[in-house]
């Protein structure tokens, strides 16, 4: 089950399937569509996992089993895939809020958000090769952009799975959390990322030219949020 929670500006998808630690089955990836679909509008997204023991355990081994041949293998690949550059490219800015284990594909589903929020007792690895496969969902590339191409061949080439901290200093994760405050925390952040502002700001470092810059900026300053936030300041200061 995806579950889809509305909080003023803000849309947090849950992927709830404690019996399998939230792995990801096909199922979980049509739901995750419509989820996503459905958060068109806010401006932040969140995505998480149900419980503290597994933000996303991978694919669901039990169900995927069933793919027996190239053709239906790479049908998945591309499919869940779809679904984290739908991530990636959600307009307003995604927080992967790291409540439990991020591994394999959960790790891939991590790396879509912009910002990745980690529990201190998580561990997080591109282990598939373990299972004698590579990252399908566009997480080998996502990595290499977070940590440079060397560390991302070392970290996912040999199933390294790292602790929060040492994700933390690689760039793979850019805030943990203790356990106790770790909820309030990522609502915290997700809340203020929130605003018309952020957004444009996501925008622009996507690679917008200068002269787009400049109208997201002009188009922010004559905004009626922009005035009565201005009014705000200066009735402060006199």
Not at 204 to 219: D, I, Y
């Amino acid at each position: 089950m995806v579950d889809l929670e509305l909080e003023q500006e803000l849309a947090v998808i849950t992927i709830d399937r404690p019996h399998a630690r939230n792995a990801i089955a096909p199922e979980t990836m049509d739901q995750l569509e419509k989820a996503l679909d459905a958060a068109a509008g806010a401006k932040a997204l969140v995505i998480r996992g149900a419980g503290d023991r597994a933000f996303v355990s991978g694919g669901d081994l039990k169900e995927l089993s069933k793919l027996r041949t190239e053709e239906q293998a790479a049908d998945m690949a591309r499919r869940m895939r779809t679904v984290c550059d739908q991530i990636a490219n959600f307009p307003a800015p995604v927080v992967a809020a790291l409540n439990g284990h991020a591994l394999g594909g959960g790790a891939e589903v991590a790396v879509a958000a912009d910002i990745r929020v980690a529990a201190d007792d998580i561990r997080i690895g591109f282990n598939q090769v373990a299972l004698a496969i590579m990252p399908a969902w566009g997480g080998a590339e996502r990595l290499a952009a977070l940590v440079g191409p060397g560390k991302a061949l070392m970290l996912a080439g040999s199933g390294a799975v790292l602790d929060a901290a040492e994700a933390e200093r690689l760039g793979l994760v850019d805030l943990v959390l203790p356990r106790a405050s770790f909820e309030d925390g990522w609502r915290s952040l997700a809340l203020s990322l929130a605003n018309s502002s952020a957004g444009e700001i996501k925008r622009v470092m996507a690679g917008a030219s200068a002269a787009e810059a400049v109208t997201a900026f002009a188009r922010l300053w004559v905004a009626d949020e922009h005035w009565q936030a201005a009014d705000r300041v200066m009735s402060r200061s006199r």
